[in-house]
């Protein structure tokens, strides 16, 4: 019902930056969240940033003040602009859509951000 596509990722020196994008299409239902989450090897996925149609934002302590998340509501799209970036941000980047009275969660296929000295 909801097809989401992320764009942008591809491999950076530590300090380099990378803007992520996503863009929604199909069934989106409002109110929702669009959101940013990362899965390193080995490990969890775990949220970056998401935010909300009101522009309300939230972001993992790791890349508070490094990482800004927006959306343009208009398009269906949200992006994640990575500043100052080290090499424990090296993961497959997912964008995620949230319906909030529904309780319905769609992902993307994920886009490779590679951190490397």
């Known amino acids: 019902q909801v097809q989401l596509v992320e764009t942008g990722g591809g491999l950076v020196q530590p300090g380099g930056s990378l803007r992520l994008s996503c863009a929604a299409s199909?069934?989106?239902?409002?109110?929702?969240?669009m959101g940013w989450y990362r899965q390193a090897p080995g490990k969890q996925r775990d949220l970056v940033a998401r935010?909300?149609?009101?522009?309300?934002?939230n972001y993992a302590d790791s890349v508070k003040g490094r990482f800004t998340i927006s959306r343009d509501n208009a398009k269906n799209t949200v992006y994640l602009q990575m500043n100052s970036l080290k090499p424990e941000d090296t993961a497959v980047y997912y964008c995620?859509?949230?319906?909030?009275?529904?309780?319905?969660?769609?992902w993307g296929k994920g886009t490779l951000v590679t951190v490397s000295s």
């Open positions: 995620n859509l949230h319906r909030t009275f529904y309780a319905m969660d769609y």
């Open positions: 199909g069934s989106i239902f409002s109110p929702n969240t």
């Open positions: 935010i909300t149609e009101g522009g309300s934002t």
